[in-house]
Nanobody, 112 residues
Framework: QVQLVESGGGLVQAGGSLRLSCTVS?????INWYRQAPGKQRELVAT???????NYAGSVKGRFTISRDNAKNTVYLQMNSLKPEDTAVYYC?????????WGQGTQVTVSS
């Protein structure tokens, strides 16, 4: 079975907002949101640890918020004040030690 499923991507104008969802089948450990734009390396965007600590890349700090709903086994990435440079495929990752599971990604496109 697919263990992580991302949704919520789409096309939005600069300055707009999107909320990405990552639905987890199984236990939520440390959740990372990554993104990868064409021709660029994969970038860690945001993390929420099993203990609830949150961290963000400097490029998104103050604009993006990571959160989780344990009852729904879902992690969210709220993205505000979007910029064209945020355009990428966004991936949800569930990781703890040797446990490392990825979703298939959702496309976010920000037009200028």
């Amino acid at each position: 079975q697919v263990q992580l499923v991302e949704s919520g991507g789409g096309l939005v104008q600069a300055g707009g907002s999107l909320r990405l969802s990552c639905t987890v089948s199984g236990s939520i450990f440390n959740i990372n949101w990554y993104r990868q734009a064409p021709g660029k390396q994969r970038e860690l965007v945001a993390t929420i640890t099993s203990g609830g600590s949150r961290n963000y890349a400097g490029s998104v700090k103050g604009r993006f918020t990571i959160s989780r709903d344990n009852a729904k086994n879902t992690v969210y990435l709220q993205m505000n004040s979007l910029k064209p440079e945020d355009t990428a495929v966004y991936y949800c990752n569930n990781r703890f030690g040797l446990y490392d599971v990825w979703g298939q990604g959702t496309q976010v496109t920000v037009s200028s």
